[in-house]
């Protein structure tokens, strides 16, 4: 009996702790909303960083790229289709040439108006 109830224990918290690896990615594509640049260069900051704005599934996001890496702005212009991949709190889009960024999402917010 208590054999049982420990594997049933076991089981239910593998399953627990399972479930957030098992959640889907958010893919698709949209349109760029708005790019802007987000902080400054400076010695510890080699390359400027950028906030890319795009709405997917009646929410807005605002996505940042990393200051270590480089991006060249010019690859994603507002008003293109853009495809997404959000996994969690980490952003991948991809231009209309193909040109990735990968981003952190760092504002989710609900869409007045869902597509």
Not at 12 to 29: H, N, R, V, Y
Not at 53 to 62: A, I, P, V
Not at 72 to 82: I, K, R
Not at 89 to 112: F, G, L, T
Request: net charge positive; hydrophobic share 35%; with cysteine.
């Amino acid at each position: 009996m208590r054999l049982r109830f420990a594997c049933a224990v076991l089981a239910l918290f593998g399953t627990l702790a399972a479930l957030p690896t098992l959640a889907e990615k958010i893919k698709g594509s949209t349109v760029l909303k708005d790019l802007q640049t987000s902080g400054m260069k400076d010695k510890n900051h080699k390359h400027q960083a950028y906030d890319l704005f795009f709405s997917s599934e009646g929410r807005s996001y605002t996505c940042r790229t990393d200051s270590g890496k480089s991006m060249n702005a010019t690859d994603f212009v507002v008003g293109t289709t853009v495809r997404y991949e959000i996994d969690g709190d980490n952003a991948k889009i991809w231009s209309s040439q193909n040109k990735k960024v990968e981003c952190k999402i760092v504002r989710v917010e609900a869409s007045a108006y869902p597509r």
